[in-house]
Nanobody, 121 residues
């Protein structure tokens, strides 16, 4: 069994900052990547940022230069530092972890329950 738990959402004014955290725990052999997605009301879920096990990252164009993803491999934890927040960043943010539970398993995606981020004046 695998658990993915997010924390750190909340409400902030435009231009403010928030930091999201996500920890994966349970029966884990290896983690391929960890990332953040978001879904605003009436919109499809979209990738925000992802970090691979080797440390390489990719970001949505809309957050480049404002958001930074980082990872603590020893703790199976990923962070998303969000600066210069805009109203259009308002969404539910979901943590995604792609991992294997055993050496011969394929990678599978596990999701957190989501955390609300609201940017409003």
């Amino acid at each position: 069994q695998v658990q993915v738990v997010e924390s750190g959402g909340g409400s902030v004014q435009p231009g403010g900052s928030l930091r999201l955290s996500c920890a994966a725990s349970g029966s884990i052999f290896s983690i391929d990547s960890m990332g953040w997605y978001r879904q605003a009301p009436g919109k499809v879920r979209e990738l925000v940022a992802r970090i691979l096990s080797g440390g390489s990252t990719n970001y949505a164009d809309s957050v480049k230069g404002r958001f930074t993803i980082s990872r603590d491999n020893a703790k199976n934890t990923v962070y998303l530092q969000m600066n210069s927040l805009k109203t259009e960043d308002t969404a539910v943010y979901y943590c995604n972890t792609r991992l294997r539970r055993a050496i011969l398993d394929n990678n599978l995606d596990y999701w957190g329950q989501g955390t609300q981020v609201t940017v409003s004046s």
